[in-house]
Every structure is written in C-alpha cells, then in structure tokens.
Nanobody, 123 residues
Framework: EVRLAESGGAAAQTGGSLKLSCAAS????????VGWFRQPPGLMREGVSC????????YYAHSVKGRFTISADADKGSIFLQMNNLKFEDAGIYYC????????????????WGRGTQVTVVS
C-alpha cells in the first residue's frame, strides 16, 4: 500500500522559510513523478511543484518560481519542498502526491495523496 505523510507545516513570518517533507512508502515505480500541491483557504487545490524521477526535470508554478525548491531523496523515500521568502498567499494546506510516469497538471491523474500539512504565513 502506498502511503504519503507530509510534515513540516507551521506558522512562519512573511519573508521567512519553511521546509516541508513528505515520507513515501509502499511504491516501487521505476518512473514516477512527485508533486507538491496546496489548497489555500476557500480555494481549489493547485499545483506548486513537481519532480520527475527519470528525467530529473522540475517544474514550478509561476507564483513560487525562484522561491521554492523541490528535491527528492529516493533512497530515503523522502520528498522535500524548501520554501523561502514566504508570502501571505503561500498559506494553505500542502499536499504531496505521487504519479507513475510524468508530472501532470491535472489533479485527477495523480494516484496517491498524503493528508496534508498546514502552512500559515503571518506578518
């Protein structure tokens, strides 16, 4: 059974940093994508960043490009999202997800999801 568990969510000040982690277990895909998504209060879930295991390509939403960095440690089954220079609009519940094959912008294509971790940004 594939399991994803996010951690690292907290309250941070604008301009500050947080590092989110996602512990993944139970999957054995040779070619997979891991993604970070977020759902701001009252809004729909949106893609933040994605990493492809085979190509090593990374993708970022325009709103976070240059501030967030996705990385993965396959040996440890961990995916990370380093978030710097946080803004109020970065607040929300952050989810990690895994998809066999390549990154997809369509939420329905993602096979497995974690339960999320809350990020709050304060002044």
């Amino acid at each position: 059974e594939v399991r994803l568990a996010e951690s690292g969510g907290a309250a941070a000040q604008t301009g500050g940093s947080l590092k989110l982690s996602c512990a993944a277990s139970g999957f054995n895909f040779d070619d997979y994508a891991v993604g970070w998504f977020r759902q701001p209060p009252g809004l729909m879930r949106e893609g933040v960043s994605c990493f492809e295991s085979r190509s090593r390509n990374t993708y970022y939403a325009h709103s976070v490009k240059g501030r967030f960095t996705i990385s993965a440690d396959a040996d440890k089954g961990s995916i990370f999202l380093q978030m710097n220079n946080l803004k109020f609009e970065d607040a929300g519940i952050y989810y990690c997800a895994i998809l066999e094959s390549k990154c997809s912008r369509f939420l329905d294509n993602w096979d497995y999801w974690g339960r999320g971790t809350q990020v709050t940004v304060v002044s």
